[in-house]
């Protein structure tokens, strides 16, 4: 049977996108401007965020893989990217609701009480699957949890709880996973299970750490010749030593909980082991991993920094139509959340490429004329 030829807007159903316009109305011809045009932004925001869901759960099945296999981390890398794009692309659309006034948007706000931007379940899916910890969320400004504000107003579930619900209990969460391939990272040529593979993690740290102290201290020689007076040197002398005893402290977990501390100062090691050591032929692709991260996690708060720039501009710091503190609960979000925070940790510990330690056992790495390198994660 001969198959029907594809007409582009049956294909992408464009009868049905244009139908769905209208809010609470029958029909959008019923509404003005402003209000289709907000409307038609927060669907395409869904979208883009639906999009970024995907990605996100491809690089998570991905890196929850017992064995990653090295040429797929370009796929990953390039899932990542997408991820930040979109968020970048989402950011952008809040420059189309500043053409709205106050006046314009007030004249339909009314209608949206008591729903909010909040009750978005797919940015909930994002922060829950990319990791988020959930005793770090920020209180909306009313004594309603998150959850509570995605329920239907009798408390039943609704849609949204029920697709946050099934995203919690979908584990591991990026983070998790990825923090897993770290830590099968070889440092040093060794790996978790090697004989000896502790003492060898233990030695790159505090020879990373001396190298990083003498770093500091050069550093520090350098502001002592510009520093006012002798007061303006202690206070110098001071953050120097205190930024020396933070690396060492964070490249042994010592903030993590003394069950944890092993595990958490080996990943440490790896991200700091992966950015020094870039060049390397085996870890040129998980150095590009670690930085798309940092680079979604940027574009993430940009995302909400943008958002509250934009709620500011627009209605000012009134309460949000959820009973939110509105932009007072945006801007904490832009300032506090944060997912990958160790990759961003290291760069206050980098040093330069001369400074390094020597590496051990540098044919595991792929070096030219080594044998055949093994699969750097297992």
């Not at 202690?234 to 993590?256: C, H, M, P, V």
């Not at 959820?322 to 760069?347: C, E, H, N, P």
């Amino acid at each position: 049977m001969a198959r029907t030829p594809t007409a582009y807007w049956d294909y992408i159903k464009v009868e049905e996108l244009l139908s769905l316009q209208c809010g609470l109305a029958e029909s959008d011809r019923t509404l003005g401007n402003d209000e289709v045009m907000f409307i038609t932004i927060h669907q395409i925001e869904e979208l883009w965020l639906r999009l970024v869901l995907l990605e996100l759960v491809s690089a998570r099945d991905l890196f929850k893989r017992a064995q990653v296999p090295e040429q797929s981390l370009s796929a990953a890398v390039r899932g990542v990217e997408r991820m930040t794009l979109l968020l970048r692309y989402a950011a952008d659309q809040f420059a189309l609701m500043e053409t709205m006034t106050t006046r314009d948007y007030l004249a339909f706000r009314d209608k949206l009480n008591p729903a909010s931007g909040f009750q978005s379940a797919q940015l909930r899916e994002i922060e829950i699957l990319a990791g988020m910890p959930e005793d770090e969320r920020i209180p909306l400004g009313h004594e309603k949890s998150y959850m509570q504000m995605l329920r239907n107003h009798d408390g039943t579930a609704s849609s949204a709880s029920r697709r946050v619900e099934a995203r919690l209990a979908d584990k591991p969460t990026l983070l998790e996973a990825v923090s897993e391939w770290l830590y099968r990272t070889p440092v040093q040529g060794s790996t978790p299970g090697d004989a000896g593979d502790a003492a060898r993690v233990r030695g790159f740290i505090d020879d990373y750490a001396a190298s990083h102290a003498r770093s500091a201290k050069a550093a520090l020689a350098l502001a002592r010749e510009t520093s006012i007076g002798e007061a303006d040197a202690t206070r110098l002398e001071a953050r120097y030593e205190k930024e020396i005893e933070s690396a060492r402290a964070f490249l042994l977990g010592e903030d993590a909980p003394e069950p944890e501390r092993a595990r958490v100062s080996r990943i440490r090691a790896a991200l700091v082991f992966i950015e020094s050591y870039r060049e390397l032929p085996l870890l040129a692709w998980p150095r590009a991993v670690v930085d798309s991260l940092v680079a979604f996690e940027q574009a993430f708060v940009m995302f909400r920094q943008r958002h509250a720039r934009m709620v500011e501009r627009v209605i000012g710091r009134r309460t949000g139509t959820g009973g939110s503190a509105g932009v007072d609960y945006l801007d904490q979000t832009a300032l506090k959340y944060r997912i990958f925070r160790d990759v961003w940790a290291v760069r206050t510990l980098l040093v330069q490429e001369t400074a390094l330690p020597a590496v051990e056992n540098a044919a595991f790495y792929g070096f030219a004329g080594a044998a055949e390198p093994a699969p750097i994660h297992g």
